[in-house]
DNA sequence: GGAGTGACGGATG
DNA sequence: ACATCCGCCACTC
């Protein structure tokens, strides 16, 4: 039996009581709900930091979804690669970047002089979700 | 409990 | 279109 989640059980608890929030947690951490968020990403889109983070109920919390992205397995299964920066451009410094864009490509999504037209390529569009 | 941080975003120059 | 600055939010030390 393979442990699929090595960690992912309960890796993401620690910040529950992170003291400013006030009110009783939801019933997710906001880290929990970005990669759920992430998740339901179809192939062949994208979607930006900010957008990510509004579907993810954490409007504003776009660097948020940096660091969260920052910090997964490299053997994760959340596309990871299909978010992009507002401006349709990878963000990722060098290493992860190539990589990421060979990816998108390799979905089918263009990249016009190492940038996406969020034009086409974001999701959800507006009456698709 | 407090300060620093970041795979961002939007406004400005 | 490009470079810079400031603001945001939750996480980490």
Request: hydrophobic content about 35%; aromatic content about 4%; charged content about 25%.
């Amino acid at each position: 039996m393979k442990v699929r989640n090595k960690s992912g059980n309960e890796n993401i608890k620690t910040s529950g009581t992170s003291g400013t929030r006030k009110i009783k947690d939801e019933p997710n951490d906001a880290t929990s709900r970005i990669c759920l968020a992430l998740a339901l990403v179809p192939m062949g889109r994208v979607v930006t930091y900010g957008s990510l983070a509004e579907l993810a109920g954490l409007p504003r919390a776009a660097r948020l979804v940096g660091q969260t992205l920052r910090k997964l397995p490299k053997d994760t299964r959340l596309p990871w690669h299909r978010v992009l920066n507002a401006q349709g451009k990878i963000s990722l410094p060098e290493p992860g970047a190539e990589r990421q864009k060979k990816r998108l490509e390799n979905e089918g999504v263009t990249l016009l002089n190492g940038k996406v037209d969020l034009g086409i390529y974001l999701w959800p569009k507006p009456g698709e979700l």
